[in-house]
């Protein structure tokens, strides 16, 4: 199996360890030399452009922190176009942008499936990703086992866009989960309570979430290496706030978690992990570590 990625920066890199250390052949692209590097390092072959990584796999992964970057990409493949070819977007941008992306590669006989990842960095680490795959599903078949060899589960949800849609509501949750959890934390915390007590009693009970056990042992430390950096989740969160209004849905609790990300941007957390909104609620409490 030959599999190319195009961007191999937090959840790309991840993705294509495990591809290698699964048999898989692995072609990477990035603009930034530092993470090609790493990924020679791990024993992954390096193109100097997307359309080069799609001259040398049989399926293609796109990892893209934006939607300049993906038409970026689209336009690179547009070079020399592969008929036949199929793309699995797994980036979190806006329908209407991958739709775009679509038709323009649809035109040169290229597919792409939207697919968006739900899970962070860490868990691309240890293959406990899940995949939300939509589009044409013939090609969906030929990308099936890429993903068995890199995520936990895939759901296969039908028509293109599908797969964002379900991603807008997961990252809603996460979105709300990753802000009570600092909530939470703030409160145990200014109560005297000792915060590695607190995680581990949390969750064990009723109170406990995914993204709790994912995030608060980073609060509880203080330590905001990134796993999701806020600068990034920053563009989610304008995606599923867009959709929403589109739809003429009331988001409340999503809409309350909103100033709490921005003013742990405004505040130098932009490069640190989501779990960084702890350290905003904190200040906010007067509580000092």
């Known amino acids: 199996?030959?599999?190319?990625?195009?961007?191999?920066?937090?959840?790309?890199?991840?993705?294509?360890?495990?591809?290698?250390?699964?048999?898989?052949?692995?072609?990477?692209?990035?603009?930034?030399?530092?993470?090609?590097?790493?990924?020679?390092?791990?024993?992954?072959?390096?193109?100097r452009s997307a359309r080069e990584a799609a001259d040398r796999a049989d399926v293609i992964?796109?990892?893209?922190?934006?939607?300049?970057a993906l038409a970026d990409t689209v336009a690179s493949l547009l070079e020399k176009p592969r008929r036949g070819l199929v793309i699995a977007e797994l980036s979190t941008l806006s329908i209407e942008t991958k739709c775009e992306a679509r038709d323009r590669l649809a035109a040169a006989g290229i597919t792409?499936?939207?697919?968006?990842?739900?899970?962070?960095?860490?868990?691309?680490?240890?293959?406990?990703?899940?995949?939300?795959?939509?589009?044409?599903?013939a090609a969906f078949e030929r990308a099936a086992p890429v993903f068995a060899r890199c995520a936990r589960v895939t759901h296969y949800l039908g028509a293109f866009g599908n797969g964002s849609k379900m991603k807008f509501v997961a990252n809603l949750l996460v979105a709300i989960h990753n802000v009570a959890t600092a909530e939470a934390m703030v409160l145990g915390m200014k109560a005297g309570l000792d915060p590695a007590e607190i995680v581990k009693v949390i969750a064990?009970?009723?109170?406990s979430s995914r993204v709790f056990e994912l995030r608060a042992p980073l609060m509880a430390a203080g330590e905001y290496a990134p796993t999701m950096k806020l600068d990034i989740w920053q563009k989610d969160m304008a995606t599923i706030s867009a959709y929403a209004a589109e739809l003429g849905v009331t988001a409340p609790l999503f809409a309350a978690s909103i100033p709490v990300y921005n003013a742990a941007q405004a505040q130098g957390h932009g490069g640190e992990d989501t779990a960084a909104v702890c350290a905003v609620l904190e200040r906010m409490a007067g509580l000092a570590r």
Do not use: W
């Not at 992964?61 to 300049?68: F, V």
């Not at 064990?204 to 109170?207: E, I, P, T």
């Open 61 to 68: 992964l796109t990892s893209l922190p934006s939607a300049a």
């Open 204 to 207: 064990s009970g009723a109170g």
């Open 112 to 137: 792409l499936l939207d697919c968006p990842l739900s899970g962070t960095g860490v868990q691309a680490q240890a293959g406990d990703l899940a995949v939300y795959a939509s589009g044409d599903r």
């Open 1 to 47: 199996m030959r599999v190319g990625i195009v961007g191999v920066g937090i959840m790309g890199s991840a993705i294509a360890a495990n591809l290698l250390k699964a048999g898989a052949e692995v072609v990477g692209f990035d603009t930034d030399a530092h993470r090609m590097s790493e990924l020679a390092g791990r024993g992954g072959a390096c193109a």
